[in-house]
Nanobody, 125 residues
Framework: QVQLVESGGGLVQTGGSLRLSCTASGRSGSDYNMGWFRQAPGKEREFVAVIDWRGDTTYYRDSVKGRFTVSRDNAKHTLYLQMNSLAPEDTAAYYC??????????????????WGQGTQVSVSS
């Protein structure tokens, strides 16, 4: 069992930056692929970024490429999402998730086994 806790959300202006963190406890999850998802009010949860368990391979949704960077520090059991050039359309609750059984990186929420409680990111125009 892995417990995930996100932090780092907040309110920023357009063009600002935030860094989200996701800390794992229990079983560390350092050998799990990890993803970031987000969900805006009235919308479905959507994929943002994923990183493999070694931190070697990453994938992003097109709208965040070049602005967001996912990384991990397995020694600290922590996943990060650096978000730059934020825009109002990035406003959502952001969730980290762990995929315990994957050989391939997945962008589907259904592939993930453990989820955090979410942290709110709000970008004002």
């Amino acid at each position: 069992q892995v417990q995930l806790v996100e932090s780092g959300g907040g309110l920023v202006q357009t063009g600002g930056s935030l860094r989200l963190s996701c800390t794992a406890s229990g079983r560390s999850g350092s050998d799990y692929n990890m993803g970031w998802f987000r969900q805006a009010p009235g919308k479905e949860r959507e994929f943002v970024a994923v990183i493999d368990w070694r931190g070697d391979t990453t994938y992003y949704r097109d709208s965040v490429k070049g602005r967001f960077t996912v990384s991990r520090d397995n020694a600290k059991h922590t996943l990060y999402l650096q978000m730059n050039s934020l825009a109002p359309e990035d406003t959502a609750a952001y969730y980290c998730a762990a995929d315990r059984g994957a050989w391939a990186l997945s962008s589907s929420p259904g592939a993930y086994d453990y989820w955090g409680q979410g942290t709110q990111v709000s970008v004002s125009s």
